[in-house]
C-alpha cells in the first residue's frame, strides 16, 4: 500500500499509511411476476422508476412475464430500499400485488 510522508512542524518525518477505501456492496432490484399485474403497469414502472425507455422496458417485463422474475437494476443499498418501496407504493396504490425485492450481489 502506498505511503504518503507529511512533516510535522517540531517532530520528524512521518510515514502516514492511506486509509483503505472500500466500495460499498451493491444490491440487485428484481420484479417478480403475478397474475394481477397488469403488462402495462410493469413497464409503466420501469420506465417511471428505473429510468428505462419503452423498448428495454417492455423487454424487462416480458422476462418478467416469462420466466417469472427479472433483474430491474443494480445499487447502493439504500438506493435500491428506496426503489423497493416506490415499486411497491405505486403497486398498492394502483392495486396490484407487484412484488419487489433486493438481493446483494
Do not use: W
Amino acid at each position: 500500500m502506498p505511503t504518503q510522508t507529511f512533516s510535522t512542524p517540531g517532530t520528524d518525518t512521518a510515514d502516514v499509511a492511506e486509509p483503505e477505501i472500500k466500495e460499498p456492496p451493491l444490491y440487485a432490484v428484481y420484479l417478480h411476476n403475478d397474475d394481477y399485474t397488469t403488462m402495462d403497469f410493469v413497464v409503466l414502472i420501469l420506465k417511471e422508476i428505473f429510468f428505462m425507455n419503452e423498448e428495454k422496458a417492455i423487454a424487462v417485463m416480458l422476462k418478467v412475464h416469462q420466466e417469472g422474475v427479472a433483474k430491474c437494476g443494480t445499487y447502493v443499498k439504500e438506493i435500491a430500499a428506496t426503489k423497493r418501496l416506490q415499486v411497491t407504493r405505486q403497486a398498492q396504490k394502483a392495486g396490484f400485488p407487484l412484488l419487489c425485492t433486493i438481493e446483494e450481489e
